[in-house]
């Protein structure tokens, strides 16, 4: 007993201390960490949902500027967040439809969220709650069928994507024209060939026309102008002002 059950006693004892201390570190330490991002984020984007949806999001942000360390992804699945923080962004493993797991994500500071979801009831639930939490940001959410957009609308959300119809969409165009198709697959794959984009007027292009951007390699959709947007086809003979922002498409080499 002396030379054999006590020492093994103290070193299970020293072990078992030893882990405690361990984890309770590590668990200050991620709260603190957290506190300390929670109190100086602000204007992030929040996305839920890591999915096919959710990574093309993230993706399609980093490829127009914005830093993967102002991006917070919400998902139950702990290799999806896995996934997620490898980039460089904010992983948080939960459910967006608990006001503790949103908060944590510092919802009331976002600027952007987006509503990546594999169910559109969850997608209704986490729209509710991410407008109630923060008023001032901006809600993209995605929904499997149309009829459920409206809904989603209510909730709280600015735009609406319905994916499955949008897909039933350019194959119909594929098949019918697939030139047009292909235009408008290159569109929408980031970071090569064509893309849509939005950005402030510069000073050098304040009382040109918009015709003069073309020799630039853009071509102008529409022109937002306060709270007001002026399509192609109503631009006419109107020259850019300061405070404009434009939508064009234009030629971006792969990063």
Not at 41 to 58: E, L
Not at 225 to 233: A, K, L, M, P, S
Request: with cysteine; net charge neutral; charged share 25%.
């Amino acid at each position: 007993s002396a030379l054999i059950i006590t020492p093994l006693r103290v070193v299970f004892l020293i072990v078992l201390v030893g882990s405690t201390l361990e984890v309770l570190t590590r668990r200050t330490t991620e709260q603190y960490r957290e506190k300390r991002w929670r109190n100086n984020v602000h204007d992030h984007t929040i996305i839920v949902g890591y999915g096919v949806k959710g990574r093309s999001a993230t993706q399609a942000l980093i490829d127009n500027g914005t830093p993967p360390n102002q991006i917070v992804v919400i998902s139950p699945d702990e290799s999806a967040i896995k996934d997620a923080t490898d980039i460089g962004c904010v992983g948080i493993v939960g459910d967006a439809r608990r006001d503790a797991v949103l908060e944590r994500a510092a919802v009331s500071q976002a600027a952007r969220a987006i509503v990546a979801t594999d169910s559109d009831d969850k997608a209704v639930l986490m729209t509710l709650n991410i407008r109630r939490l923060a008023p001032q940001a901006s809600v993209v959410a995605a929904v499997r069928e149309s009829q459920h957009a409206p809904v989603l609308r209510q909730s709280g959300a600015n735009a609406v994507i319905t994916t499955a119809e949008a897909a039933g969409r350019l194959m119909g165009i594929s098949l019918i024209s697939p030139t047009a198709g292909a235009m408008m697959e290159d569109l929408l794959d980031p970071g090569e060939g064509l893309e849509f984009c939005e950005r402030p007027v510069a000073a050098q292009e304040v009382g040109r026309h918009v015709g003069v951007l073309a020799d630039m390699g853009e071509i102008v959709l529409a022109v937002k102008r306060g709270g007001n947007v002026v399509r192609f086809d109503e631009l006419g003979s109107s020259v850019l002002e300061a405070g404009d922002s434009v939508v064009v498409i234009r030629h971006v080499v792969k990063r």
